[in-house]
């Protein structure tokens, strides 16, 4: 699958096709967990956030919960207070306790069922949750249901990406991004994965022209 996503890239767009050669096979990482609620909950801590500060904050909350387990039952019941000492913003622990909320109430699906949804359904029954967005629902999608052609069009590192590859003045809309992304259906994933490797490295944003 992953041979098969590289060689439709790099014959659709021939602009994303030397940062392809340069950075090489690219591949999801294996998800450390299936379960659609811990996905959401660590997805809220990532937001706006850059990748070591959103993965301290977030091993910190899983230290405040006896093995680590961020239970539903568990979160909720924890004060308020207690869970932004490990760095959450309010607006960021009022959503994780919807989310726990959330599934208690059957409102969040489990792992069987949503990996039969389709990603319509998923979005519009994701994003009724307070402090899930389209962002954090593409993250689930991606990174724990491994969907191979979901493209986060208000990704910021994404859009960098993007500016830089195609040589833009400014950072495209999420509305350029839906229309140029079409060349890189069905595999819209691995061609975000390309580009957050291209973000990440601004050294070697300079080095193709």
């Known amino acids: 699958m992953h041979q098969r996503a590289i060689e439709h890239l790099k014959k659709a767009d021939p602009k994303l096709r030397p940062w ?16 659609p609620y811990l996905a959401l909950l660590e997805s809220i801590v990532y937001q706006q956030l ?4 959103a993965g301290t904050i977030w091993n910190r909350v899983l230290d405040l919960f006896e ?8 979160l909720l019941t924890m004060a308020e207070d207690r869970l932004r000492s490990a760095g959450l913003s309010r607006n960021k622990t009022l959503a994780m306790k919807e989310v726990a909320a ?10 069987k069922r949503i990996s039969r949804m389709p990603a319509e359904e998923i ?8 402090g ?25 590192g994404l859009r960098k990406a993007f500016k ?4 833009k003045r400014a950072l495209p809309t999420p509305k ?19 580009l957050w490797r291209i973000a990440d490295a601004p050294k070697a944003a300079n080095a193709i022209s």
């Not at 090489?24 to 379960?35: A, E, I, W």
């Not at 093995?67 to 568990?74: E, L, N």
């Not at 967005?133 to 208000?154: A, E, K, Q, S, Y």
């Not at 830089?164 to 040589?167: D, G, H, I, N, P």
């Open 176 to 194: 350029q991004m839906l229309r140029d992304a079409e060349r890189w259906r069905p595999y819209r994933t691995t061609a975000a994965l390309y």
């Open 123 to 130: 979005y519009k029954q994701l994003t009724q949750i307070r």
């Open 164 to 167: 830089v590859v195609y040589q």
């Open 67 to 74: 093995d680590r387990s961020p239970q539903p039952a568990r």
């Open 20 to 35: 392809i050669d340069r950075i090489g096979m690219v591949k999801l990482p294996t998800p450390r967990s299936r379960d």
């Open 102 to 111: 959330g599934t208690i109430a059957g409102r969040i699906p489990d792992s």
């Open 132 to 156: 899930i967005g389209p962002w954090t629902v593409d993250m689930l999608l991606i990174f724990t249901l491994r969907r191979p052609d979901v493209m986060p069009l208000n990704d910021y």
């Open 50 to 53: 850059t990748g070591a500060a």
